[in-house]
């Protein structure tokens, strides 16, 4: 009896919703006062809105919890024809088996929570006795089918887009009404491109040669790479020598449009690769420029440096986990304190190290190699045993999530578009504060003639501390956007430590421009000859270039001018 009383009020509440609306307009153009006709009308707008929300036909959720397989099958269809979004919770619960019944109620039952399957209500408290909905092989089938098309008109961009992708990779038939109808609505270029390729590749299968040359003529206009795939496939030879095209002139026209497409994806490829190594070049100045003021402007050869950049890296991990147990709700911008942080925390053991070790050893060039190195095995052991010897994982913020769609085969990640952004701002702040500020003129000044320097009254000592904890901190800010890219290790340094001294020495010691031209130059020479012929190739032909170009230029691409060369 209770159920039978829930199912005869749903019924109610949708006769109800659909006869209101009818009622108020009626009274309201019978009625003479304004006034009335005012308020009956919003009466009016209130019901229809109260319409949309009822959801669900209930003869179409009877039919999939009661009926059996034909029955079912005609509701799913009936759910597809009307293309309501609010039909994929059911057809999702239909299909887990997350729908179950309570006498003549149809409930989806998620955990504790339970909700009407026609009204989208809450049912508090669960009925105790419910029964599962179970479907068979062919009813999921067609579910899995209706949910594709269903997620088509989502609200939701990424739900669109990945049910758009699917379909795309489905080797089934695509639902052509319902993917004409989502083109119609859609805005979104991306999932429009991907919309009209399904459209085109269907019109390939017609047995009418003008459909097909119209479909082949569509793609021409197509940035996708599976488009290139389709044609290509028109153009491909059986093994008994007929094309797999039959026409010659569809043959021709996919011919055509191939090379648009190929020209296209060229192009993007072409994005893809400068991108890719102004991204490169971006995290080799970061790893680069604080060794340009220690060892191109202090002439130390400090081998601890990559070791400076971890100790960056795990300040950003240990804030951000500071962020997750203190302030989770304000975990998207951890980044912020991180950044000054991971500067100061690389900056104090750069001074230690140069106020303990490195001041006694200016002017002995080996004996400072092998000390830093020593150095940098004890900074790296320190690091393993407070953290372990496993890689730890910084997680990007929200923001730094995903990224831009430029072409269908090239996306800008949104954390290697912030670190360019990142290592320009760093020059920047280097930039002005040795052209700008007090520090940088003493720093210059120490740099080009120490003993004039400390004749005027420059406390050189003081100078050469700060200027080596200005270089650790900007090691340690390289570390900090190195965590944005990867993970993050005791090893990490040791993978940039090279490219760093290579940098340094092809851009020309002392010279902070050339830092910034040889960093740029090697990213993009790596990634273009990674492209071609992989990246140990790459890294192999790179440092063969240097070692012939500094036989050839050994001051590097800027030769340090002023009495320090003249000395």
């Not at 009926?67 to 057809?91: C, H, M, Q, T, Y």
């Not at 270029?189 to 269907?202: F, G, N, R």
């Not at 996919?254 to 102004?278: D, H, P, Q, Y």
């Not at 420059?458 to 570390?479: C, K, M, P, Y």
Request: charged content about 20%; aromatic content about 8%; some cysteine.
């Amino acid at each position: 009896m209770k159920g039978d009383s829930h199912n005869l009020a749903r019924r109610l509440r949708s006769f109800a919703t659909f006869y209101f609306p009818l009622f108020t307009v009626s009274i309201a153009m019978s009625t003479k006062s304004i006034a009335r006709r005012v308020v009956l009308l919003v009466l009016f707008a209130c019901a229809l809105g109260a319409r949309g929300a009822t959801a669900i036909d209930i003869g179409v959720v009877d039919a999939l919890a009661f009926g059996d397989s034909d029955e079912r099958s005609a509701a799913i269809a009936k759910l597809v024809d009307e293309a309501d979004p609010r039909a994929i919770a059911l057809l999702e619960a239909l299909g887990s088996g997350d729908l179950q019944t309570a006498g003549k109620r149809v409930l989806i039952v998620k955990g504790k929570d339970a909700f009407d399957a026609v009204t989208g209500e809450r049912v508090s408290p669960l009925p105790p006795v419910r029964e599962d909905v179970v479907a068979n092989n062919r009813v999921r089938r067609e579910i899995a089918g209706a949910l594709g098309v269903l997620k088509l008109l989502s609200t939701e961009r990424a739900v669109r887009l990945g049910a758009t992708k699917a379909l795309a990779l489905s080797s089934d038939d695509a639902p052509l009404p319902s993917v004409k109808k989502a083109l119609e609505r859609e805005s979104d270029d991306e999932i429009k491109a991907i919309l009209v390729s399904i459209i085109a590749s269907a019109g390939l299968k017609s047995d009418i040669v003008e459909e097909r040359i119209a479909a082949v003529r569509a793609l021409e206009h197509s940035s996708n790479p599976q488009t290139r795939t389709l044609l290509v496939q028109l153009l491909e030879k059986k093994s008994d020598g007929t094309y797999a095209e039959p026409d010659e002139g569809v043959r021709g026209a996919a011919s055509i449009s191939l090379r648009t497409v190929e020209n296209r994806l060229a192009w993007g490829e072409r994005v893809g690769l400068v991108f890719a190594s102004l991204s490169l070049g971006s995290v080799l100045l970061l790893a680069a420029l604080g060794l340009a003021i220690t060892y191109g402007l202090m002439g130390v050869i400090n081998m601890a440096h990559g070791e400076l950049m971890m100790i960056g890296a795990y300040a950003t991990y240990v804030v951000q986990n500071a962020f997750k147990v203190y302030a989770p709700e304000w975990f998207a911008w951890y980044l912020v304190l991180a950044v000054p942080i991971a500067f100061v925390a690389s900056a104090l053991v750069g001074m230690v190290l140069e106020r303990t070790v490195i001041r006694h050893l200016y002017g002995r060039p080996l004996e400072t190699l092998l000390a830093t190195w020593g150095i940098s095995l004890l900074l790296i052991q320190g690091v393993r045993t407070l953290f372990g010897a496993q890689n730890v994982q910084v997680e990007n913020p929200s923001w730094m999530s995903g990224g831009i769609a430029i072409l269908s085969n090239v996306v800008l990640p949104w954390n290697r578009i912030f670190i360019v952004l990142f290592a320009a701002l760093v020059l920047v702040a280097i930039w002005l504060l040795l052209t700008r500020t007090r520090l940088g003129l003493f720093v210059r000044g120490v740099t080009q003639n120490r003993p004039m320097a400390s004749c005027v009254g420059v406390a050189t000592a003081r100078v050469d501390t700060l200027a080596f904890g200005v270089g650790s901190g900007i090691a340690g800010l390289g570390g900090c956007a190195l965590s944005q890219i990867g993970n993050v290790g005791p090893d990490l340094g040791q993978s940039y430590i090279v490219d760093s001294f290579m940098v340094v020495v092809l851009g020309g010691v002392g010279q902070l421009a050339g830092t910034v031209y040889a960093a740029l130059g090697l990213g993009f020479v790596n990634k273009l000859i990674e492209s071609w012929s992989g990246a140990v190739v790459a890294k192999i032909a790179v440092l063969v270039f240097i070692i012939i170009f500094i036989q050839k230029r050994p001051q590097g691409l800027f030769a340090f001018k002023g009495r320090a060369q003249e000395a």
